[in-house]
């Protein structure tokens, strides 16, 4: 799942719990280079929201509540939410009627897109939550009724968000533009919430796929969950490593059977491709920020501070990490 955030003036009604927002702004280019077009909600909103599959979070972690209104009209996504009377939820709504959350932010998967030389434009997208956040990925957004606090805390929610998606959002585009693919099955099969990346992992039994490539790992829609194995569905071949020669070379040579093979697009941009070696150590980099993360308030509080601490540092004098 990706995650997308906009400025918002956020309308909360304490004593209802209850508030009004933009979730999403359409037409406005934003910090991760794609435009939300019109139409992109529609049927999501159709399908998703009788059955109840959209729902209310808070900074994408935990439940808030349930949609009342949820529509696509000519500014984005309007939404009008009940949140559940519970003492967190409490807190939260004091937080975004004293203008300290003042942004939104949705969970959602790309259903299709045109690919510009501004960046993505998103035709139609799957939505499944959408949330009050700190900080905002699109400074259009606004939230009617509450607004939102620059802390670190909220830039690290950000920077993470902004990671997951071109780390293992990416998995979305096709084809990629920094790396060559063999499908080894049908993507469609898959329960595209248990897509996971690992490079120099072991498939077809005594293959080892180098380090400086990487495995698609998911789960078949048959899976009879949580107890089936994922299982690989794609193999894929960063460009400063791989030429589409070596890569087709490599997989005839260990005879790995694949239904289709996408070299990379030949839109890639400038500055965009980060090495293998860098890649993996940047989702563990994020892995433990992660862990951070789910700590009680208390022990991530004292880990953020020092967090920021050794980033403030290493911003004014400089400082290498041994």
Same mark, same amino acid.
């Given at each position: 799942?990706?995650?997308?955030?906009?400025?918002?003036?956020?309308?909360?009604?304490i004593?209802?719990?209850?508030f009004?927002?933009y979730?999403?702004?359409?037409?406005?280019?934003?910090?991760s280079?794609e435009?939300?077009?019109?139409?992109?909600?529609?049927?999501?909103?159709?399908?998703?929201?009788?059955?109840?599959l959209?729902?209310?979070?808070?900074?994408h972690r935990?439940?808030?509540?349930?949609p009342?209104?949820?529509?696509e009209?000519?500014?984005?996504?309007?939404? #009008?939410s009940? &949140?559940?009377?519970?003492?967190s939820?409490?807190?939260?709504?004091?937080l975004?009627?004293?203008?300290?959350?003042?942004?939104?932010s949705?969970?959602?998967?790309?259903?299709k897109?045109?690919?510009?030389e501004?960046?993505?434009?998103?035709?139609e &997208?799957?939505?499944?939550?959408y949330?009050?956040?700190?900080?905002?990925?699109?400074?259009?957004t606004?939230?009617l009724?509450?607004?939102?606090?620059?802390?670190?805390?909220?830039?690290?929610?950000s920077?993470m968000?902004k990671?997951e998606?071109?780390?293992v959002?990416?998995?979305?585009?096709?084809p990629?533009?920094?790396?060559h693919s063999?499908?080894?099955?049908?993507?469609?099969d898959?329960?595209e919430?248990?897509?996971r990346r690992?490079s120099?992992?072991?498939? #077809?039994?005594?293959?080892?796929?180098p380090?400086n490539?990487?495995?698609?790992?998911?789960?078949?829609?048959?899976?009879?969950?949580?107890?089936?194995?994922?299982?690989?569905q794609?193999?894929?071949f960063?460009?400063?490593?791989?030429t589409e020669?070596?890569?087709k070379?490599?997989l005839?040579?260990?005879?790995?059977?694949?239904i289709k093979?996408e070299?990379?697009?030949?839109e890639?941009?400038e500055?965009?491709?980060?090495s293998?070696?860098?890649?993996?150590?940047?989702?563990?980099a994020?892995?433990v920020?992660q862990e951070?993360?789910e700590?009680s308030?208390?022990?991530?509080e004292?880990e953020?501070?020092?967090?920021?601490?050794?980033?403030?540092?290493m911003?004014?004098?400089? &400082?290498s990490?041994?």
């Amino acid at each position: 799942m990706l995650f997308k955030d906009f400025k918002a003036e956020i309308s909360p009604n304490i004593d209802k719990f209850e508030f009004e927002a933009y979730a999403a702004i359409k037409n406005v280019w934003d910090d991760s280079n794609e435009n939300i077009r019109d139409g992109a909600f529609s049927k999501t909103l159709m399908e998703r929201l009788p059955k109840n599959l959209i729902k209310v979070f808070w900074w994408h972690r935990e439940p808030m509540g349930l949609p009342i209104v949820v529509k696509e009209d000519s500014k984005g996504l309007y939404t #009008y939410s009940k &949140v559940s009377r519970t003492d967190s939820n409490k807190e939260h709504m004091i937080l975004m009627a004293d203008g300290v959350v003042d942004r939104m932010s949705i969970g959602y998967n790309t259903i299709k897109y045109n690919q510009v030389e501004e960046g993505r434009e998103l035709l139609e &997208v799957k939505l499944y939550e959408y949330s009050p956040v700190p900080i905002a990925m699109c400074e259009e957004t606004a939230v009617l009724s509450v607004k939102s606090i620059d802390d670190f805390f909220g830039k690290f929610s950000s920077l993470m968000d902004k990671i997951e998606y071109r780390s293992v959002g990416a998995i979305n585009l096709k084809p990629y533009p920094n790396e060559h693919s063999a499908r080894i099955k049908d993507p469609g099969d898959f329960d595209e919430d248990t897509f996971r990346r690992k490079s120099d992992g072991t498939i #077809y039994g005594s293959i080892k796929v180098p380090a400086n490539a990487d495995v698609i790992w998911g789960k078949l829609k048959t899976a009879n969950k949580p107890a089936d194995m994922p299982i690989p569905q794609a193999i894929r071949f960063p460009i400063e490593d791989w030429t589409e020669k070596e890569a087709k070379d490599w997989l005839k040579e260990n005879n790995v059977k694949y239904i289709k093979f996408e070299p990379a697009s030949k839109e890639a941009k400038e500055g965009r491709i980060i090495s293998a070696s860098n890649r993996k150590k940047l989702i563990a980099a994020v892995n433990v920020l992660q862990e951070i993360l789910e700590l009680s308030d208390a022990d991530r509080e004292k880990e953020i501070s020092a967090i920021a601490d050794i980033i403030e540092d290493m911003r004014n004098f400089r &400082v290498s990490l041994k």
